[in-house]
């Protein structure tokens, strides 16, 4: 990989300078050229906000259209859709800015990332030191056995795989674990992104920074234990 003119956005994406393109996955993220142009504004200006008027200026230089807010909002909108790992921070007045994820992360090398994406069970890490501590990485296993994209997990909680199933007294006990900071290992139904029905073995173990003591991520271990809870359902019945 040419380093020269790629540039790490996050983990696992790439911004390819000469090509101006965006790899996720090793995938193409698709953009328009107002996105593409609005990221390289946002890289060009990394940790530092931006004022939604320069945004404009720059992305809309004709000057024919007149400057609103809703127009920058929508484009930055549109864009964190596309690279929901991105984190554009928006500040009150109109101001934003691109983070860089890497430094908050730096324990997840590429190296660690390959061994995790081929292990056989699920594995999710979520950051805690977010608001509502989302997923920040999953593996493949854990994306096949839900049938979602890492696009449409990373950046949400967990809890959305419950879908309306929320009266499970396992939830109870992972609240309980995690206020404790302690692990845990419950069985959840789960649903898959086509409605299946899933059980799902989850064990969440919280990891602490060695030097400070402070809660840094959650792990999450998980296995698809359906074929199993679907016999002793079936035992259950016959007695
Ligand atoms: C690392 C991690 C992995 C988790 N994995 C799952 C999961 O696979 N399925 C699930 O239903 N909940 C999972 N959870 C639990 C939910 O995120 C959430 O903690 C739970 O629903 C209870 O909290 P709530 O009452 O806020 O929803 C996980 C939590 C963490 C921290």
Known sequence: ????????LCDRCYWDAASETVKLHHEIVPLTSN???????????????????????HIWDTY????????????????RKRLPCLTVVNYYGGSYMLKKNRESHPV????????LDQAKNGITI?????????????????????????EEIIGKNCRFLQGDDRDQSALEEI???????????????????????????????????KNTGKLKYYVGVQ???TSIQQLIQQIKGMV
């Open 1 to 8: 990989m040419n380093t020269h003119h790629t540039l790490k």
């Open 35 to 57: 996105m593409k142009k609005l990221l390289k504004l946002l890289i060009g200006n990394y940790n530092k906000p931006i004022s939604s008027v320069e945004i404009f200026l």
């Open 64 to 79: 024919e259209q007149e400057y609103t807010p809703r127009n920058v909002r929508n484009l930055i909108s549109n864009l």
């Open 108 to 115: 997840f090398t590429d190296h660690l990332i390959d061994i």
């Open 175 to 209: 609240r309980q674990a995690m206020k404790e900071q302690k692990d845990v290992t419950v069985i959840l139904r789960n649903y898959h992104k086509s409605g299946e029905l899933i059980y799902n073995e989850v064990t969440i173990s919280p990891i602490f920074d």
């Open 126 to 150: 979520s950051d805690p030191n977010q608001p509502d501590n989302p997923v920040i990485y999953i593996n493949h296993a854990f994306a096949n056995a839900f049938g979602y994209s890492p």
């Open 223 to 225: 296995k698809d234990v």
